[in-house]
């Protein structure tokens, strides 16, 4: 029996590490519930999250990623007010600050469907879908994963990025959509490993600020229509 009821927290702004742990606590129980499932003749029905929250400054690096990516040393961090993180997740280096709309889907895809890239392919669809929402036309760049805008010209730039891990069909991590964000920390990287390409936000491509509170209600509710979710919203977990 699939469970289409998935669990909505907004952490807020959250220290990486801390929103780390928590996504490991919810993974490892989800897939601790999986495992115990093989032996039960009615098997519990494993639970479905949504987490969307902001970080501080921080640098993280996914498994296939290269450290010469990040260009500050342990100073130059300090100086910009920023961590870094080598992470268990998929794909290179990325971003995440104050203004930047971070989510972390914590789902059992055998709830939905067990289709890595069809999981992928959904996420990038809802960013999409939500930056059509606005009036910003929006794609993917072959071979890579994320959301570009000018996707196939030389004026490509990236606005959301991605990076998930899934074992058991389990996900965690997610993506990060620039929002409000300060772009100019983006100079310290070589985002994704791509050395040639700009990165933007929904700020800079609108002229003006959206508001976040309603870019996350928009994105959340697309991002039910995709996965047919039935949303329960949560206070804390």
Same mark, same amino acid.
């Given at each position: 029996?699939?469970?289409?009821?998935?669990?909505?927290?907004?952490?807020?702004?959250?220290?990486?590490?801390?929103?780390?742990?928590?996504?490991?606590?919810?993974?490892?129980?989800?897939?601790?519930?999986?495992?115990?499932?093989?032996?039960?003749?009615?098997?519990?029905?494993?639970?479905?999250?949504?987490?969307?929250?902001?970080?501080?400054?921080?640098?993280?690096?996914?498994?296939?990623?290269?450290?010469?990516?990040?260009?500050?040393?342990?100073?130059?961090?300090?100086?910009?007010?920023?961590?870094?993180y080598k992470i268990n997740?998929?794909?290179?280096?990325?971003?995440?600050?104050?203004?930047?709309?971070?989510?972390?889907?914590?789902?059992?895809?055998?709830?939905?469907? $067990?289709?890595?890239?069809?999981? %992928?392919?959904? +996420?990038? !669809?809802?960013? #999409? *879908?939500?930056?059509? /929402?606005?009036?910003?036309?929006?794609?993917?760049?072959?071979?890579?994963?994320?959301?570009?805008?000018?996707?196939?010209?030389?004026?490509?730039?990236?606005?959301?990025a991605m990076g998930v891990?899934?074992?058991?069909?389990?996900?965690?991590?997610?993506?990060?959509?620039?929002?409000?964000?300060?772009?100019?920390?983006?100079?310290?990287?070589?985002?994704?490993?791509?050395?040639?390409?700009?990165?933007?936000?929904?700020?800079?491509?609108?002229?003006?600020?959206?508001?976040?509170?309603?870019?996350? $209600?928009?994105?959340?509710?697309? %991002?039910?229509? +995709?996965? !047919?979710?039935? #949303? *329960?919203?949560?206070? /804390?977990?």
């Amino acid at each position: 029996m699939k469970n289409k009821e998935v669990q909505f927290i907004n952490w807020g702004l959250i220290d990486y590490q801390d929103a780390w742990d928590k996504q490991e606590d919810i993974f490892k129980s989800t897939v601790a519930i999986k495992t115990a499932n093989r032996d039960l003749e009615n098997p519990e029905l494993t639970p479905n999250y949504l987490i969307f929250c902001e970080h501080p400054h921080v640098y993280t690096l996914g498994k296939s990623g290269q450290q010469d990516n990040l260009l500050l040393d342990e100073e130059g961090l300090k100086e910009k007010n920023a961590s870094f993180y080598k992470i268990n997740r998929g794909g290179d280096i990325t971003y995440h600050g104050p203004g930047q709309l971070v989510g972390y889907p914590i789902l059992d895809l055998e709830n939905f469907f $067990t289709d890595i890239h069809l999981y %992928l392919r959904t +996420l990038e !669809e809802a960013i #999409i *879908i939500t930056l059509k /929402d606005y009036g910003i036309e929006s794609g993917r760049y072959t071979g890579y994963t994320g959301v570009w805008i000018e996707s196939d010209s030389p004026n490509a730039r990236k606005i959301c990025a991605m990076g998930v891990r899934c074992s058991r069909w389990v996900t965690m991590h997610g993506f990060a959509l620039n929002v409000l964000s300060d772009l100019n920390y983006f100079k310290n990287i070589v985002p994704c490993g791509i050395d040639d390409k700009a990165v933007t936000s929904m700020e800079k491509e609108l002229g003006f600020k959206p508001n976040m509170d309603e870019v996350a $209600t928009q994105l959340k509710k697309n %991002l039910a229509q +995709l996965f !047919e979710m039935n #949303i *329960i919203e949560k206070y /804390d977990v």
